[in-house]
């Protein structure tokens, strides 16, 4: 504005009309730029947030499923040891955790998806990173999960021949625990992280609760075990673990101990009460908020790829 005229009363009359449209147009495309953006942002936040409602995880599970159609499980691996497994374990569960929400007759669909991605971890690619060589096969991590897994499927519907191979599986995962000397046992060669052995048992307990119970006693000897090696300084279970006493070989982390505490709540509440006290204490918080055990980015992560501390190098893993 000058002279206290509007801007307009500059342009030629002539060629006021074109200015018009030529302000219009400016307007129309910040609002259109303005509600692109905003309705990115918000689908965006439809994948991205965590959903609460079963509508909204649906949408988030179709988005996963083509995904994983496209190959996102071994694009995954490449940056993550457990990248494959992973994004099909959790995408199993969640279909599991789906179904128990509705009544058993209008489970189909979350069954037919479970199954899916359960086939896909018995599968080659799902086992690749693994040793067939340790005890037991596969490792703890593989076998645990993949029990844990078949377990959701049977909550979901029955099916004799997955009951058939969760009952086998279950019983050589039990031997492995009552042989041997600790409670953590190796889920790669020579390595032992606590979170993995604590889904296993967590499966043991699913069994337990599905079908006649076999596995109190190696639940019971597998929990005193665990609490004679808790780490000194949180009174938590360790990250890691040594393979041939199951000494505390690194502290708890924020990282494994979150899975931890959701899992050892289904084998014993009381124990699980007392961690999510221990991991919530001032005394374990520092001046910027953080647990002390709350991961640090490794060399690798920082580089793009993401590892904890001893285990596999992804790239190496797909190599086997």
Same mark, same amino acid.
Request: positive net charge; glycine residues 10%; without cysteine.
């Given at each position: 504005?000058?002279?206290?005229?509007?801007?307009?009363?500059?342009?030629?009359?002539?060629?006021?009309?074109?200015?018009?449209?030529?302000?219009?147009?400016?307007?129309?495309?910040?609002?259109?730029?303005?509600?692109?953006?905003?309705?990115?942002?918000?689908?965006a936040?439809?994948?991205?947030?965590?959903?609460?409602?079963p509508a909204?995880?649906r949408?988030?599970?179709?988005?996963?499923?083509?995904a994983?159609d496209?190959?996102?499980?071994?694009d995954?691996?490449?940056?993550?040891?457990?990248?494959?497994?992973?994004?099909?374990?959790?995408?199993?569960?969640?279909?599991?955790?789906?179904?128990?929400g509705?009544?058993?007759?209008?489970?189909?669909?979350?069954?037919?998806?479970?199954?899916?991605?359960?086939?896909?971890?018995?599968?080659?690619?799902?086992?690749?990173?693994?040793?067939?060589?340790?005890?037991?096969?596969?490792?703890v991590?593989?076998?645990?999960?993949?029990?844990?897994?078949?377990?959701?499927?049977?909550s979901l519907?029955?099916?004799?021949?997955?009951?058939?191979?969760?009952?086998?599986?279950?019983?050589?995962?039990?031997?492995?625990?009552?042989g041997?000397?600790?409670?953590f046992?190796?889920?790669?060669?020579?390595?032992?992280?606590?979170?993995d052995s604590t889904?296993?048992?967590?499966?043991?307990?699913?069994?337990?609760a599905?079908?006649?119970? !076999?596995? #109190?006693?190696?639940?019971?000897?597998?929990?005193?075990?665990?609490?004679? =090696?808790? &780490? $000194? *300084?949180t009174? %938590?279970?360790p990250?890691?673990?040594?393979?041939?006493?199951?000494?505390?070989?690194e502290?708890?982390?924020?990282?494994?101990?979150?899975?931890?505490?959701?899992?050892l709540?289904?084998?014993?509440?009381?124990?699980?009460r007392a961690g999510?006290?221990?991991?919530?204490?001032?005394?374990?918080?520092n001046?910027?908020?953080?647990s002390?055990?709350?991961? !640090?980015? #490794?060399?690798?992560?920082?580089?793009?790829?993401?590892?904890?501390?001893? =285990?596999? &190098? $992804? *790239?190496?893993? %797909?190599?086997?």
């Amino acid at each position: 504005m000058a002279g206290g005229k509007p801007h307009l009363e500059r342009v030629p009359k002539l060629l006021r009309p074109l200015a018009t449209i030529a302000a219009v147009k400016r307007v129309l495309g910040i609002v259109l730029v303005v509600a692109i953006s905003a309705a990115a942002a918000v689908g965006a936040l439809r994948l991205t947030v965590p959903a609460d409602n079963p509508a909204d995880v649906r949408r988030q599970l179709a988005f996963l499923r083509h995904a994983l159609d496209q190959g996102a499980g071994s694009d995954a691996q490449a940056n993550f040891p457990e990248g494959y497994y992973f994004l099909y374990a959790l995408y199993g569960l969640t279909e599991v955790q789906l179904g128990l929400g509705k009544p058993p007759t209008d489970r189909a669909d979350e069954v037919r998806e479970a199954k899916w991605a359960l086939e896909r971890l018995d599968g080659d690619e799902g086992r690749a990173p693994f040793d067939p060589g340790l005890k037991p096969a596969y490792g703890v991590f593989y076998r645990g999960w993949t029990n844990w897994l078949r377990g959701g499927v049977l909550s979901l519907a029955p099916d004799p021949a997955q009951t058939a191979r969760f009952e086998t599986d279950s019983a050589e995962i039990a031997a492995a625990f009552d042989g041997s000397d600790t409670p953590f046992l190796p889920a790669y060669a020579g390595q032992a992280w606590p979170v993995d052995s604590t889904v296993a048992i967590a499966s043991l307990r699913l069994h337990d609760a599905l079908l006649p119970g !076999r596995y #109190s006693a190696t639940v019971a000897r597998w929990l005193a075990g665990a609490r004679q =090696r808790l &780490d $000194p *300084a949180t009174g %938590l279970l360790p990250h890691r673990a040594d393979l041939a006493t199951g000494a505390p070989l690194e502290g708890a982390r924020g990282s494994s101990q979150s899975m931890i505490l959701r899992f050892l709540v289904d084998i014993d509440p009381a124990f699980a009460r007392a961690g999510r006290r221990a991991k919530r204490a001032p005394e374990l918080v520092n001046l910027a908020g953080r647990s002390p055990g709350f991961p !640090r980015p #490794s060399p690798q992560s920082r580089a793009g790829r993401h590892t904890w501390p001893g =285990r596999p &190098d $992804p *790239a190496r893993a %797909l190599a086997r």
